[in-house]
C-alpha cells in the first residue's frame, strides 16, 4: 500500500497532493488538512505559582501571606498612612465603601471575613441606626477610621454611574488618599470607565486572589501585630 509523503499537517499545495503516491487520486483540497481539532488553552483566574511574591516589610515574623512587587508598591503608602494614625483613639481599622446592594452579598462576606482575623470595620448595615441621617454617619465613619477600603462591583459602578451614595463616600475618600480599591467580579478597565481617578490606584482583585487572600492581606496592612494566615 502506498504511503502518504505529507507531515502530519497535510499537504502544502495541490500539486505536492497530486504528487502523492497515496493521496493522487483522491479529492483535492487547499491548505492544511488538521488531524486532530484545536482546543483553546483554559486560564484558572488565581494562580497557585508563588514566584516573585515575598512578604511584606509590616508583615509579622510567622505571617504566611505573601504579595506581587506590585501589591507592595501599592501598599506601601497606605500602610505609611495608617502607621501616621496607628496612636488615634476609637479609630476603626477599615472603612468599607459598598454598593448599597451588595450589602447582603460581597460586602457583608468581606466585612465577616475580616472581622473573623480581628480586624474592625465600619460598615452601613451595622452602623447606621434606623432612622440615623446616613449622610453624617457616612462622615462620621471616614473620620474615625484608619483606611478605606472599596468593593468595585459591578453594582457598584452602577451606583456611581448614577452619582448615588457610594459617589460620595468615594470622594471623601479619594481626598484622604487613604484607598485601596478591592476589584470584585469585574475589571480595572470598566472601573477607568465609570471612574478614572479610581481607577487610576492600583489595589486589589478576586482575578487573582480569594476573597479570603485579600482579606488577610487588609488585616497585615492594619494590624501588622496581628498574624494572620490562609489556608
Not at 457583608?108 to 434606623?130: I, Y
Amino acid at each position: 500500500m502506498a504511503r502518504c509523503t505529507a507531515p502530519v499537517n497535510g499537504h502544502r499545495s495541490a500539486s505536492a497532493r497530486a504528487k502523492c503516491p497515496a493521496c493522487g487520486g483522491r479529492s483535492r483540497s487547499y491548505g492544511y488538512s488538521y488531524s486532530q481539532p484545536y482546543s483553546s488553552p483554559t486560564y484558572s483566574p488565581r494562580s497557585s505559582n508563588n514566584s516573585g511574591k515575598r512578604k511584606a516589610s509590616w508583615s509579622s515574623s510567622g505571617s504566611t501571606v505573601l504579595y506581587t512587587p506590585a501589591e507592595i508598591r501599592t501598599l506601601t503608602p497606605v500602610r505609611k498612612n495608617v502607621e501616621e494614625r496607628l496612636e488615634k483613639p476609637d479609630l476603626r481599622d477599615i472603612f468599607l465603601c459598598h454598593a448599597w446592594d451588595d450589602r447582603k452579598g460581597s460586602a457583608k462576606e468581606l466585612h465577616d471575613l475580616l472581622e473573623s482575623k480581628g480586624v474592625s470595620v465600619w460598615f452601613s448595615e451595622k452602623d447606621v441606626a434606623l432612622g440615623s441621617p446616613l449622610m453624617r454617619e457616612i462622615d462620621k465613619g471616614l473620620i474615625k477610621s484608619k483606611v478605606g477600603i472599596v468593593l468595585v462591583t459591578p453594582l457598584f459602578l452602577k451606583r456611581i454611574e448614577g452619582s448615588g451614595i457610594a459617589d460620595k463616600e468615594l470622594s471623601a475618600l479619594l481626598a484622604r488618599d487613604l484607598i485601596v480599591p478591592i476589584v470584585h467580579n469585574t475589571t480595572y478597565e470598566n472601573l477607568r470607565d465609570a471612574s478614572p481617578l479610581l481607577g487610576s490606584r492600583s489595589g486589589l482583585s478576586t482575578v487573582e486572589d480569594s476573597m479570603e487572600e485579600i482579606a488577610s492581606k487588609l488585616a497585615e496592612l492594619v494590624t501588622p501585630e496581628t498574624i494572620v494566615s490562609y489556608q
